[in-house]
C-alpha cells in the first residue's frame, strides 16, 4: 500500500508470467515464532485466556514450527523441485539459527516477517518501525550472508508509511497488500518505490483452521475451486498464494494437503510457479508495459 504520496502502476490484461502464463501460483510458508514472554492471541483450542495471563498451551503449540513443521514443508517442497517463499521472523534466527540456514540452504527466498509475530508495525511510530527492519533484515542477513529482500509485516498489516521505510531500506518487493490479482510498483516519492506483491488469503490454512474450524480437506476444497476458476473462468493474468503456517498445516493432518496442491499444480500445463521476489523481478522487468492506476 503506497503511503498517499505516489502513484500506483499495475499490470495490464496483456501481463503474462514466466513462459507465457497467464497464472501464476507461489507457494509459501509462515514460518513464525514470538518474543520472550509471548505467545499467539489464541491457541487451537480456540478460546483464549483472560488478559495478562500467559497462554502456555498456545505458545507450546506454536512451538512445533521450528521442532517439526518447517522441516516437513522443506521436505516436501524438495519432493516437487519447487522454490517456496518462507516468511521469517528474526527472533528465529536468533533462537533457531540451523533452521533459518536450512531454508536459505536449499533455495528458498526468505521473506522478512518482523522481529516476531507481536511487533506489528502499525502499533509502532516511525522510528521503532525504522529499528525493526534494521534488527529483523541484520539478524536474517547476517546468519544466511543474504539479506532478505522482501516482507510481510505480521497480519500483513503495516503502516502508511511503512513501504517507503522498506524501500529506504533496499527491499524490493512487500506483501502488506491485498488489492489486486497482480503485482503492482508503487512509487513513493522522490524517487523510492518497492513493489506490491499481493498476499492472496483464499487458500491459507490459518483463517481455514483456526478461525473457521475447517478441516484440511475444506483448504483442498478451496484450493480446487480457485484453481479451476482461475483456469477454465478466467481470462485476465492473476497469481494465487497457497500459504500454510509451520505450526498449524506443518503437521502431518495437514501437510499432506500442502504436497497434494503441488502435485497437482505440477501436473497442470501453462502454469507459472515461484517465489515472491521472482515475481516482483519479473514485473520490473516489464516496467514499460505498466500503466497508472485510476
Not at 529499528?131 to 500483513?156: F, K, V, Y
Not at 475451486?225 to 492473476?238: K, M, N, Q, V
Not at 505440477?266 to 515475481?279: F, K, Q, S, Y
Request: some cysteine; charged content about 20%.
Amino acid at each position: 500500500m503506497s503511503d498517499g504520496g505516489g502513484r500506483v502502476l499495475r499490470p495490464t490484461d496483456a501481463f503474462r508470467w514466466p513462459g507465457g502464463a497467464r497464472v501464476g501460483i507461489i507457494f509459501n510458508i509462515a514460518y513464525e515464532g514470538w518474543s520472550e514472554g509471548q505467545a499467539p492471541g489464541i491457541g487451537p483450542m480456540g478460546n483464549p485466556l483472560r488478559p495478562g495471563v500467559f497462554d502456555s498451551n498456545a505458545a507450546s503449540w506454536a512451538l512445533y514450527g521450528p521442532v517439526k513443521g518447517i522441516w516437513r514443508g522443506l521436505e516436501i517442497a524438495a519432493r516437487h523441485g519447487l522454490r517456496l517463499s518462507v516468511m521469517t521472523n528474526g527472533v528465529l534466527a536468533e533462537r533457531w539459527p540451523e533452521t533459518v540456514r536450512a531454508i536459505h540452504r536449499a533455495g528458498h527466498e526468505i521473506v522478512a516477517h518482523s522481529y516476531s509475530m507481536d511487533v506489528i508495525p502499525a502499533y509502532l511510530d516511525e522510528a521503532r518501525q525504522r529499528e525493526n527492519i534494521r534488527r529483523t533484515t541484520g539478524l536474517i542477513g547476517d546468519l544466511t550472508g543474504e539479506a532478505p529482500r522482501g516482507w510481510i509485516s505480521p497480519r500483513g498489516t503495516g503502516s502508511a508509511v511503512h513501504a517507503r521505510l522498506l524501500a529506504e531500506a533496499g527491499y524490493l518487493h512487500h506483501g502488506d497488500c491485498n488489492d489486486d490479482d497482480l503485482p503492482h510498483l508503487e512509487l513513493l516519492g522522490e524517487g523510492a518505490e518497492i513493489v506490491g506483491v499481493p498476499l492472496t488469503m483464499d487458500v491459507n490454512d490459518l483463517p481455514s483452521a483456526v478461525r473457521y474450524g475447517n478441516t484440511a480437506r475444506a483448504m483442498l476444497e478451496a484450493f480446487e475451486d480457485a484453481f479451476a476458476a482461475l483456469l477454465g473462468r478466467e481470462t485476465r493474468p492473476a497469481m494465487l498464494d497457497v500459504t500454510i503456517h509451520a505450526h498449524v498445516y506443518g503437521r502431518p493432518a495437514g501437510a499432506w494437503v500442502f504436497d497434494e496442491i503441488m502435485r497437482r499444480v505440477r501436473a497442470a500445463p501453462g502454469v507459472w510457479t515461484g517465489t515472491r521476489l521472482e515475481a516482483a523481478r519479473h514485473l520490473l522487468a516489464q516496467r514499460q508495459a505498466l500503466r497508472p492506476s485510476p
